[in-house]
Each structure stands twice: as C-alpha cells, then as structure tokens.
C-alpha cells in the first residue's frame, strides 16, 4: 500500500499541483488505507470509491492540460454524514431516512469540491448528532483507532477516527456543543469551530434549527493546523493572515466549573501556556466567569421544545438509547420534573442535577428569559477578558474536555464532559483542538470515588487511559480565528517534538491499529 496516506492535504495539493504524483494514485492510496483499517473502526459508512477514482482521473487530466488548479485540486476528503452530497444519503442516524438521496451538494461541500477536492466517502456520527459518541440504529457503532474498547467521540467521531487512522487527510463536521473539538481530542487530531455565523450549519435535520441563539456552525478536521486553516478559508470564503504569537496576551485555565480536566489535559494546558510565554506571548491565569451560568443556558436553551423537534425527526423508527432517556427527561414538564429533582439531590447525584434542572419549561416566556440572560453572559464574558490581569486579553489556552476518550456508552453519564466546549457555543466564540500529548500512566486516575454517577462515570473512563490523546483548546474572540490558529501553529511545531505527541506510527501496534495524531 502507497504510504501516501501520510501526507497532509496542503502537501498532497502540492505535489500533485507539480506533477509528482497524480490525484489518482493518492485517490487509491487512501482507499486501501480505508479497506485496511476501517474494519476495526467502521467509520466509513457511505464510500462512493468508484466515483472518486473517476473524478481523480479527469483532475489529472485538467493539470495535464495546464488549467487552473484549485487549492486541493486533487486531493481526497471525507465528510460527515449529515452534509449532502448528491446521490447519497444523508440518514443522521435514523432508519426512516436511509432511502433518502440529496439533489445538491451542502454549500460548504460545494466550496471545497470547487477548490479540487474529492469526496471519497461519508463518516458515521450519533443519531441526531446529540451526543459525543458516534452510534446509531442505521450505521452501528465506530470505534477509537487507539483503543477500540473507546469511542471515538461525537457527533463528528466518525470523521475524527478516519482522519486520525489515516484514511482521510481531510474532514468536515459540525459542532454545536464540542461536536468537532471532542472527536478531535479523543483521536488525537485537529480541528476549529468557527465564529458563530461565520459557517452556519445548514444541514436539513438540525433539530435546533429555528432558534438563533446558540446556533450549530460546520468546521474542518484534519492531523495538522495548516490543513484546517485552508479548508476553513476555503469553506467559510474568508482569509485569514497568520498573526504574531509573541505580544499576544494569552489566559489561561486548567479547570472550568464543578467537572474537574483529567489530569492529562491539565497538564497539556499547563506546558502549552508555558510553551507560549517561551515564545513571547503574555501569559496570565484567567477564571471564566460563572460556567455553571453558562451551562444552564446551553441546555436550557437546547430543550426548550421541550424535544418536540427531536420527537418529529425521529418518527417511528428505532431511537438510541441515549436519545430515548435525553428526551424522556426533555419531555416531562415542570412539575414531573420536581420529584426527579429532589431525589437526585436526595441522592448526591449533582452532576445529573445541575442537567436536569433546565428542563421541562416549554413556553415561549421561558426561552425568551433565557435569549435575554444569554446576552447579558456574553457581556459579562467579554468584560471579564477586558479586565484580565495586565490588560485585555487576545486568546484562552484550556482543556478541549474533562476527559480523554471514554468507554463505549459512557456518554450517557457524562454528558459533554463539562463545560469545556460548550461554553464557546454558548458564547459563539472561535475555538480549536490540536493534539499535544498522551496519557500517562500515572495520569489514570484524577478524581476520588463517588456515589455521583456522573464522577463515577468519568472515573471509570480514566482508569485505563494511558496511551489515548490529550489535547489542548485555543479559544480567541469573535472574528478571530486568525489568531487561534497561529496560536495553534505555533504551538503544533513545539509539540510535535516532544516524546508523548500522538503521532501516526509507522506499523500498527497500540489496541490493534494505533494509530492517531498528525503523521
């Protein structure tokens, strides 16, 4: 097998722009990489191959007559179920959607198939894209590339598994609560979750469609910084001009709220932050303020149907459980939901406590209270970055998540791992993952037992993590991805040299593939 499939997408583009190799041997190249791993992970679940080699062909055959090359002329991508693609099928998971066909491509694959690139196939992702594991009725489950008893995280996972194994160069997803920042982290890839409106999602079966305040946005995946930063100028039609790191003033915190960072992701934090004071960035402790605020108006404001939508969408046909239990709850009104209330306080379960408390008002007042205590938040929010210690503050070094990747299921307990991701939805600022290191081994355990099935939960996930990624998150303020990603950059080039980044090995080993990382 060509180990073309190594290269990243800025460097395929180049060679193939001068004729060292054809788009159509690299098109081949990352198939058989799929054939040869996806066995293991089933993350490729619609593949339009045949195609993709015909569409290779011709761009060999436009280069060969000397037109004009697009940025990725050439070379191969995946993206995630849920974007239409012409001729295939767009299912989110759900069975009463798989004889559906889409008549045009998504606007943001449009742009990309328009810059070259060619669509090999399409990624799995959880059943209405609302949980951080990758499963549903229609496609089955995927799994972690380097660790198969893991998941590989949601709702983009199948995209951040193929990615990292090396079968895609390329992704696209979506996030509206970490749904690209915690696949990349679980796998060990990079990714960035624009601006709120920069991208928004238009893919047809967003069950929040319709509310405006905390709106889903599609991004780009990838195993380097270079890789997202062109497929997001490329998606989103806007350029961004790498910033200097050095005078750049730079927050930073290793725990947000009641859910505690694994110790992995503090510590990935804590070298990051010191890797940028190295270079000259102005590095100062920052406390968010209020998360707990923040995530009441994250669920509050994303049940406030009260899932009716969610309840349309699904139908008649098979519901995962995660998704049955979510909207069980959702479902229930004020007064059922009390008792459920008092007997999880009654019970030490706060993690479920403070979730469940936003639910069960469905009225229109409600959601209005809620828009409104959203807007005074991002005030206050950005009133605290004004107020940070030696002057305004350009960017937020932090953990993408309290976890390193969880056991299969797990998701239903823990929820979206704290505030970590969520909190730059709410707020609609610019946030990315890059990968930084691994877990070691004396980094298995970082909470105490507990009757909180919540803790309970992310302590079961920990123990036995050694080896998985760890990653950090990069946040900047509206506007400004320019400065996240030279700040993800800069930071990718010192970390690819230290002994625990995640990097692609050459041969499988680790849980049967081990594989991750940039190569």
Sequence with gaps: MSE??????????????????????????????????????????????EEALAEAGAADERRAAGETLGSLHGVPMTIKECFDLAGTPSTFGLMTRTHDRADHDDPYVARLRAAGAIVLAKTNLSQLMIFIEADNPVYGRTNNPWNIERTCGGSSGGEGAIIAAGGSPLGLGTDIGGS????????????MKPTTGRMNDMTRLDVFAGQQAIVSQAGPLARSVADVGLALSLASGVVSAPVEVRGLRVGVYE??????AAPALARATREAAAMLADMGAHVVSFDPPDPGHAMDLFYGILSADHGVGARAALGKGPRDPRVEALFDIVS?????????????????????????????????RHYWDLVAALDAYKLRFAAALDAAEGGPLDAIVCPPGGLPAIHHGASGAVSVAGAYAPLYNVLGY???????????????????????????????SERGSAGLPAGVQIVARPGREDVALSIMAALEIVAKTQPDFPVTPVTPSYAGIGVGGAA
């Design 4 to 49: 073309l499939w190594k290269l990243s997408a800025t460097d395929l583009a180049a060679r193939i722009a001068r004729g060292e190799i054809s788009s159509e041997e690299t098109v081949r190249a990352h198939i058989a990489r799929i054939e040869a791993v996806d066995g293991m992970l089933n993350a490729v679940v619609v593949r339009r191959f």
């Design 180 to 191: 690209l920042r915690n696949p990349a982290n679980y796998n060990g890839i990079v990714s």
């Design 255 to 260: 725990h947000l709220g009641s859910f505690a």
């Design 332 to 364: 229930k009104s004020r007064a059922q939901i009390a008792p459920i209330l008092l007997l999880l306080r009654i019970t030490g379960q706060r993690g479920l406590f403070e979730i469940v408390r936003n639910y069960g008002y469905g009225d229109t």
């Design 430 to 460: 610019p946030a990315g993952t890059l990968p930084f290191t691994r877990v070691r081994p004396n980094e298995e355990i970082g909470r105490s037992p507990t009757r909180d099935s919540v803790e309970a939960a992310a302590l079961a």
